[in-house]
């Protein structure tokens, strides 16, 4: 029996394969051509119309800004001796560039986004940060209950480098029990205390992302004691807290 032929190949011209080669080529330069060209356009966009009262008021600020960086030398905040435990709160930016020396102090203390807050030590040192960075912020003395609801309702900390809610007593007693702190209530008991491990646990935690309070917060560029909102509450931060748990 004859073996069954089999159909010849069709082959393609080296010649032809060569011209494709080279046309993908092109086609792959011109798209890449193309992306670095749109990349460029975006970053020549027009820059928004401003008007020019938007400029006079960005240079009042500045002025507003130097001359009171200038004067924080003399200025004198008085806080209670009893007092161990500050709040401070990040406020909406006010009007005008930020000097480069608030910005760094807000970063440090991770106050960079708004509504975002933390429990810091009182002493003079922080007291001198607090006089540098306070139209930004609102700050005053939380009580234990304050402190006892932020952590249990808006308390994170970092478990093997990821967010993690600390919705649990088990959380604190595999990362504190050396320290002896064995659930939430020892946490909120050292942290009100300023207890030697507070710097641990603070660093440990990330910043309380509160929501903002009903209606909003009213004249942010104006100091609370004039009916404003941002500086010193005091006593009563305790009640902005309650607002905005």
Same mark, same amino acid.
């Given at each position: 029996m004859d073996p069954i032929e089999q159909p010849a190949l069709k082959t393609v011209p080296t010649a032809l394969l060569r011209k494709r080669r080279q046309l993908n080529k092109e086609r792959v330069a011109?798209?890449?051509?193309?992306k670095i060209q749109a990349k460029k356009r975006v970053g020549k966009a027009k820059a928004?119309?401003?008007?020019?009262?938007y400029f006079v008021n960005e240079s009042y600020r500045t002025g507003m800004n130097e001359k009171r960086m200038s004067r924080l030398k003399h200025q004198v905040v008085k806080v209670p001796d009893s007092v161990k435990i #500050?709040? =401070?709160?990040? !406020?909406? +930016?006010?009007?005008?560039?930020?000097?480069q020396k608030v910005?760094?102090?807000?970063?440090? #203390?991770? =106050?960079?986004? !708004?509504? +975002?807050?933390?429990?810091?030590?009182?002493s003079e040192n922080m007291i001198e940060k607090i006089k540098v960075i306070e139209p930004y912020i609102t700050w005053g003395y939380p009580s234990l209950r304050s402190i006892h609801n932020l952590i249990f309702k808006y308390g994170y900390g970092s478990i093997d480098g990821e967010k993690s809610a600390l919705s649990?007593?088990?959380?604190?007693?595999?990362?504190?029990?050396?320290?002896?702190?064995?659930c939430l209530e020892d946490v909120v008991k050292e942290i009100f205390e300023a207890g030697p491990h507070f710097e641990m646990l603070?660093?440990?935690?990330?910043?309380?992302?509160l929501q903002p309070p009903k209606g909003g917060f009213r004249r942010v560029a104006v100091h609370f004691s004039k009916n404003g909102s941002w500086g010193n509450r005091a006593d009563k931060?305790?009640?902005?807290i309650r607002k905005m748990l």
């Open positions: 011109k798209a890449i051509e193309k928004p119309f401003k008007r020019a009262e #500050l709040f =401070l709160m990040r !406020m909406a +930016n006010i009007a005008g560039p930020m000097p910005r760094k102090i807000l970063q440090h #203390l991770r =106050l960079t986004e !708004m509504n +975002n807050a933390v429990l810091v030590q009182c649990s007593n088990v959380i604190i007693e595999n990362k504190f029990s050396k320290q002896g702190l064995l603070i660093k440990f935690m990330y910043p309380f992302k931060i305790n009640s902005l």
